[in-house]
């Protein structure tokens, strides 16, 4: 069964900080990965997504993430933070083949400090 | 292109009433899945259709009900609501039966009294 730990439900960066979420996975099969933004009051907003292409996997809103698999890891990163950055960001896993639902994870608050 | 819309946008029930939460799809997808948020946590699969057929449910009690209509809009339904129901739910859509392009709607945010 595929699972998805996000490590820190509540990550505080400064202002034009590295913003770093961490997403951890495990799949018997290879993997499509994904993460999504959640704004207040919102529904899931796609950041990107991995299937299988380039393991550097650039999203919009300045927003990259890596699929190491010898590490079984898809962190989250953008290099300088913005205040509008604020928000839940979720990592999500469904096996390649896939058929299947989503499997979340239970979701990081990112905050940014002025 | 219209999103995916849902509605109502908010409701507050009662124990034990029921209610029914509508999903109207991108235009041209055929395929509505339906996720439940907890505050403080992930989305958690419900049930999932494609082409007015279901082709997933997730580890919810039979009190859950779905079905997707001619048009692909779909309606969630819940009977006997519990105060563990309150929760935000989320309707996604996808042009295929696959999962890995999935478009989120605003969700309804349900409370139970």
Redesign the interface.
């Known amino acids: 069964a595929q699972s998805v730990t996000q490590l820190g439900s509540h990550v505080s960066v400064s202002e034009g900080a590295l913003v770093l979420l961490r997403c951890n996975y495990s799949s018997s099969v290879p993997p499509y990965l994904f993460w999504y933004v959640q704004y207040p009051n919102q529904g899931l907003q796609l950041l990107l997504k991995y299937t299988s292409a380039a393991t550097l996997v650039k999203g919009i809103n300045g927003f990259e993430a890596e699929f190491k698999k010898s590490e079984t890891s898809f962190h989250l990163t953008k290099p300088s933070a913005h205040m509008s950055d604020a928000a839940e960001y979720f990592c999500a896993v469904i096996p390649a083949a896939g058929n299947t639902p989503l499997v979340f994870g239970k979701g990081t608050r990112l905050s940014v400090i002025a | 292109d219209a999103g ?1 819309t849902q509605s109502p946008t908010h409701l507050i029930k009662t124990r034990g009433q029921h209610v029914t939460l509508r999903c109207s799809p991108i235009s041209g997808h055929k395929s509505v ?1 339906w ?1 439940q948020q907890v505050l ?6 419900i049930f ?1 259709y494609y082409e007015k057929e279901e ?2 449910r ?1 580890n919810f009690p039979d009190r859950f009900s779905a079905r997707q209509f001619p048009n692909y809009s779909s309606e969630l339904n819940v009977n006997a609501l519990l105060l563990g129901d309150s929760a935000l739910y ?1 309707c ?1 859509s996808s042009l295929r ?4 392009e ?6 309804t ?1 349900l409370t139970v009294t």
């Open positions: 995916v899945s996720y403080g946590q992930g989305p958690q699969f999932q082709r997933g997730g989320l996604a039966a696959a999962n890995y999935q478009y989120f709607g605003p969700g945010r």
